[in-house]
């Protein structure tokens, strides 16, 4: 039998008698730590990497099994979260192991099994874990290869980000607009509480077509968490986007979506968040600002989007001329040019920054 990942099996109980049979079984075929209390072993699992199995009595001093478990699944680091942990049983009644399992015990020994019935299952319990492991990075495949979200026809957090960044590159390089609007459907969870979430989840499925329908041709949506949604428009800036957040929730909150006859109301919150106004160096950092604004729920300001204007008609002839000169020209006056359009230069740019530092308050 190989180690568990080629690591060490931790053993914590606070009798010496069971850590040392435990350990004299288990060393045969694998390298074993022992700790005599829950805390202590609770150290060693965030401290120690080589940890890949954990043998835990339920009964002892300063932390507990119970608890000692509890604090495993709840870790913020994914390699003590997995862990297999077994629990070192003694005489404890069912529901002492129904608790230990709720906490999130993955199988139980008792403390009187012989060594070939402690190793069986030991052996089951690491194929089972190598098992779940290696279905878990075929579903990550599945869903870095996958273009569409299965459940709602939109793209996948990874393509639209894949698409999105070229679209990024694009409108950085060209100095265009883009923006990132975030879409949460709020009232799902009380649809899966009134009927059901398989009815909730068709149901959020009908709201991205809606949605999806609503958009141009060069958007893109995509979901990014169970009930929330990324919408990115190229060639849109703040005022725009904006106003098609507020028309967006005004539509979908009007939409009449019904189950069994009767009308389920659609609540929705929007954040968005727009290049030119926002500092992000990735389209992933675009759309995070506007997921912090929708966990934000804060109702924006929509500024009208100005109407495109023509230059008048001297500006533009005057521009025109500048732009026909020749290189051999152009040299001969720069210093004339640059001299007499420097302060025209200067003003239109700190008009510019006037107009995006309103738009800045509005949006933020």
């Keep these: 039998m190989s180690q568990p990942n080629g690591k060490r099996v931790l053993i914590v109980d606070d009798s010496r008698f069971v850590r040392t049979t435990f350990n004299r079984i288990l060393s045969a075929s694998f390298a074993v730590r022992e700790e005599a209390d829950g805390e202590a072993g609770w150290q060693v699992l965030q401290t120690d990497p080589s940890i890949g199995m954990l043998f835990t009595d339920l009964e002892m001093p300063k932390l507990d099994g119970y608890d000692l ?5 709840a870790s913020g680091d994914p390699r003590i979260a997995k862990l297999p942990v077994v629990v070192i049983s003694g005489n ?3 529901r002492a192991k129904k608790r230990a399992l709720e906490a999130g015990a993955n199988d139980f020994i008792s403390k009187t099994a012989d060594a070939p019935e402690i190793l069986a299952r030991i052996d089951n319990l690491l194929r089972l874990h190598t098992a779940k492991d290696e279905l878990q990075q075929t579903r990550q495949s599945l869903e870095l290869s996958s273009t569409n979200d299965p459940l709602t026809g939109t793209l996948t957090q990874h393509y639209l980000f894949t698409e999105g960044t070229k679209r990024f590159s694009y409108a950085r390089r060209h100095q265009t607009q883009l923006s990132a609007m975030a879409l949460r459907i709020d009232s799902h969870a009380e649809v899966a509480r009134a009927v059901s979430k398989d009815v909730a989840d068709q149901i959020l499925a009908r709201v991205a077509k809606l949605v999806s329908g609503m958009l141009r041709v060069e958007d893109s949506i995509g979901r990014v968490a169970h009930t929330t949604f990324v919408v990115l428009s190229s060639g849109t800036g703040a005022p725009q986007v904006l106003a098609f957040a507020r028309r967006l929730r005004e539509q979908l909150e009007a939409a009449k979506v019904s189950y069994g006859g009767k009308v389920l109301k659609i609540r929705v919150s929007t954040g968005v968040a727009s290049l030119g106004m926002d500092a992000a160096v990735s389209i992933e950092e675009l759309a995070k600002v506007a997921l912090q604004r929708l966990e934000r729920a804060v109702e924006p300001a929509v500024a009208p989007a100005p ?14 001329v500048l732009e026909s000169l020749d290189a051999a020209r152009l040299d001969a ?8 359009l420097a302060p025209v230069v200067q003003a239109a740019l700190k008009l510019r920054q006037a107009g995006r530092e309103k738009i800045a308050k509005i949006v933020g």
């Design 92 to 94: 404890e009644n069912q």
């Design 307 to 320: 109407a495109p204007q023509r230059l008048p008609a001297e500006v533009d002839a005057a521009l025109k």
């Design 333 to 340: 006056f720069a210093d004339q040019i640059a001299r007499r």
């Design 69 to 73: 478990i509890a604090r495993v699944r």
